[in-house]
């Protein structure tokens, strides 16, 4: 199997003046090609990156290709906001976050993520995730986790 090759990446790289002026270089997209252990092509792997000013992922998409190259069997798609305190210098804080997987002949099941956290320290004090998943219509699941550190008495 010596020189086999077993997968290769190409990244393009993109940069953006953030809001305090610096330059923030990023992947913005790349495509990686997998090949089995004889050689054969395995899969392709597309990815896209979105940021905004502050350098924070705003939106990502992952497109799996079948063992065809051509046709896309499961999508992942991201989209996300941020809770940004400037003046605080409290940054990267998600505030939201909507994860939606899909598949060729299966429904898209979407995950949405919010998160509150301390105005004092910026400590993530709680996250709620909801789930809806289209197999059984619209069904939302509430998951509540409130974080040991928030709002103890004493």
Do not use: C
Not at 29 to 42: C, K, M, N, P, V
Not at 87 to 97: D, I, V
Request: glycine share 8%; proline share 2%.
């Amino acid at each position: 199997m010596s020189g086999t090759r077993l997968s290769y990446a190409l990244n393009q790289w993109k940069s953006k003046f953030t809001v305090g002026g610096a330059v923030f270089p990023y992947v913005s997209d790349s495509i990686e090609i997998s090949y089995t252990l004889s050689g054969s092509f395995d899969r392709k792997v597309m990815t896209g990156n979105n940021y905004d000013a502050y350098g924070n992922l705003s939106s990502s998409s992952v497109s799996t290709y079948a063992t065809n190259g051509a046709t896309v069997f499961a999508r992942k798609a991201v989209t996300n906001t941020y809770a940004d305190n400037v003046s605080k210098w409290f940054l990267g804080r998600l505030a939201t976050s909507r994860v939606t997987h899909s598949r060729a002949g299966e429904p898209s099941i979407t995950r949405s993520s919010s998160f509150a956290y301390d105005s004092t320290t910026s400590i993530l004090i709680q996250e709620v995730i909801e789930q809806v998943a289209a197999f059984t219509g619209l069904r939302q699941i509430i998951n509540l986790i409130v974080l040991a550190t928030a709002h103890r008495p004493g």
